[in-house]
């Protein structure tokens, strides 16, 4: 067991190497760089090879490609990502204050995803077929369609609208500073992408239940003459659970690149919305930094979920 | 008597004859079978030939040029004043002459959907293409030499799927020139990785078949075997791809539309509710025409996809 983690770490760590590499090498070797846009924009009409160069030289992207490569290595050991073209702070320092929304949105989003999944889908597992089973799937088949984003513009539209009501867009807050105002703020991006996961977590959990509850166990659980909802909480839910637990860590990603969206329409500051702004100003440190902790933070969570299943299920064994 | 009792033969003949046909239903019975059987599945393709009709025909369903921008009688325009005698037609609502109104520069929403159902299954139609033939070819190819080659490519294959598609779609925007053709193979790249698994899984199997070892007992080389004797049997998980992939591309292409990260013309529905949501609380109907457009599309081809896996083959599951 510890020797497979170990080994999966070491293999997380060299992919997560493979691709800051492709990604240093990618932005540098493309057009459109920094240096246009920055000499474009400070002097439109003499956006000249000179003052480029003076450009690239104060952002050190005239030394030769393997010195950028080796600065950025030993720095990254260091844990310091490079300073940010755009506003000349440390990239570390910015990612710092701006990852605590992105998770405090990811685990609401799938706080909500499974307040909402796992009573619809248990229930829809135990009235197979029935008028309430449909109703519910109908549910699930369309917040599978309605894009995330265009849930979260008719939250914002409605409130607007009906109650008079927008979020507060500026000065956000902290949850530790502030959690009335954070939650005013964090609240729409969580139900706009926590129903959409919420969805497919439904109609997993649903299939799962329909299985476990036609095993013998179960109807040994009957036959005892437990009442339903033991054997359906304390019986068949825990074993469904499991195979949920997969489908949630594969959905991380789905997590990870909804909020891109979601963070940018509701002005959340955390690295979805900073990454994006990067890009448009072709900030490459910035946006190196936020490949690198977004791989890294996917595959490490990866692991973790892998880790506890066998905790969870005493049966899997790595080996 | 004899010739009665020759032409009893001949009646029973023609029965056992018309008995030995096999039983070929109508391709209108087929329909409604399918209707009664999969209404919702009925229900998404019935959509999907819409939204397609609206992409092949756009020049001629379009009401108006998607471009053209409308101008009406100035109310506030007394003659003799500096006011202009016109003003543009901006952020009307739904009326005849405009059915989903105008958007801020006075264009109409109604031909805009129209033309973006053109960019939208176009995108999806190409990506899908581009992941098939690659994914493919690596799934046949990495099933076909099993071993070492089999063990590299699925890693590498691996550390691609670990990343969020966002965040592969968001460098590639950042690193190359926007145009609807890089973007196109950008999208059909994320979805390389599901398609060769799929296609593997299936090519596992069949490369056991009988005949299959049977062509290669007589010689055929393997590239022969792949194409000729393999390909064929791949057939059905690649139309369920196809039919579950394109819903997720239509949706990524816009999200990236949103965002403002896609290229601008021909009109895009991603962009038609960003742009739409800036002025919604005036005037909702560009931000809705967009929405709605993004959503019946990708429910449509859900629920399509979802029945023709059902009917093709159960067994597969995309996500």
């Not at chain 2, 129209?114 to 581009?130: D, E, H, N, P, T």
């Amino acid at each position: 067991m510890q020797q497979y983690i170990v080994r999966r770490a070491l293999l997380n760590v060299l992919v997560i190497f493979m691709v800051i590499t492709m990604v240093f090498l990618g932005l540098r070797l493309t057009p459109g760089d920094f240096a246009v846009r920055q000499a474009g924009a400070q002097i439109p009409q003499h956006s000249t090879e000179e003052a480029k160069e003076i450009v690239r030289h104060d952002l050190g992207l005239d030394k030769p490609m393997p010195k950028q490569y080796w600065e950025f290595v030993s720095g990254l050991f260091q844990g310091d990502l490079g300073d940010s073209f755009v506003s000349k702070e440390p990239v570390m320092l910015e990612l710092k204050d701006r990852l605590a929304p992105s998770i405090e949105l990811g685990i609401l989003q799938i706080a909500v995803a499974i307040m909402v999944a796992v009573p619809i889908g248990i229930i829809s597992a135990i009235r197979q077929d029935t008028w309430l089973d449909y109703i519910l799937r109908m549910f699930a088949i369309f917040w599978l369609a309605v894009p995330s984003f265009f849930v979260g513009v008719l939250l914002l539209y409605s409130l607007a609208r009906w109650a008079h009501w927008s979020p507060p867009i500026t000065n956000y807050k902290g949850f530790f500073d502030d959690p009335l105002l954070n939650m005013q703020a964090m609240f729409l991006p969580a139900l706009a992408g926590g129903l959409a996961i919420g969805a497919i977590i439904m109609r997993f959990l649903r299939s799962q239940m329909l299985e476990v509850l036609r095993q013998d166990y179960v109807r040994t659980a009957w036959s005892k003459g437990l009442r339903e909802r033991a054997v359906v909480l304390r019986h068949a839910l825990k074993n469904a659970l499991i195979p949920v637990l997969t489908v949630i860590s594969l959905l991380l990603a789905t997590v990870v690149s909804g909020n891109v969206v979601l963070e940018t329409l509701f002005q959340v500051p955390g690295i979805g919305f900073y990454v994006v702004n990067a890009i448009q100003q072709y900030d490459y440190p910035v946006v190196q930094g936020v490949v690198l902790v977004m791989a890294a933070g996917l595959v490490f969570v990866n692991l973790l979920v892998d880790m506890t299943y066998a905790w969870l299920d005493p049966r899997i064994r790595y080996g | 008597m004899l010739a009665g009792q020759e032409r009893a033969e001949v009646e029973v003949l023609a029965v056992a004859e018309e008995l030995a046909q096999p039983q070929r239903p109508g391709w209108l019975l087929l329909v409604g079978r399918f209707i009664w059987r999969k209404p919702l599945g009925a229900f998404g393709l019935a959509v999907v030939l819409l939204m397609a009709a609206a992409a092949a025909g756009a020049p001629w369903l379009c009401r108006y040029d998607a471009e053209e921008t409308f101008r009406v009688a100035n109310p506030s325009y007394v003659p003799g004043s500096a006011e202009p005698e016109e003003k543009l037609d901006s952020r009307s609502g739904p009326s005849w002459e405009h059915w989903f109104g105008t958007d801020q520069f006075g264009r109409d929403n109604y031909s805009r959907v129209v033309w973006g159902a053109r960019r939208s299954l176009g995108v999806g139609l190409g990506a899908l293409l581009f992941a098939i033939i690659f994914g493919t070819t690596i799934g046949i190819v990495s099933a076909y030499f099993r071993g070492w080659f089999d063990m590299l490519v699925q890693r590498v294959m691996d550390s691609i799927q670990a990343f969020p598609a966002m965040l592969i779609l968001l460098l590639l925007v950042s690193l190359t020139e926007r145009n609807l053709i890089t973007l196109t193979m950008g999208l059909g790249f994320v979805v390389i990785t599901a398609a060769q698994r799929i296609v593997r899984s299936a090519v596992l199997s069949a490369r056991e078949d009988p005949h299959v070892e049977a062509a290669r007992a007589i010689g055929c080389s393997p590239i022969r075997l792949m194409v000729v004797h393999i390909l064929p049997n791949v057939a059905a998980p690649i139309i369920v791809i196809f039919s579950i992939g394109i819903a997720s591309v239509i949706l990524a292409e816009a999200a990236l539309g949103f965002l403002g990260l896609a290229p601008i013309e021909p009109p895009s529905w991603g962009m038609m509710l960003d742009e739409g949501r800036r002025y919604m609380t005036s005037q909702p109907s560009t931000m809705l025409a967009g929405g709605a457009a993004i959503t019946l599309t990708v429910m449509g081809f859900n629920l399509a996809g979802d029945a023709l896996r059902d009917i093709l083959d159960p067994r597969i599951r995309l996500s």
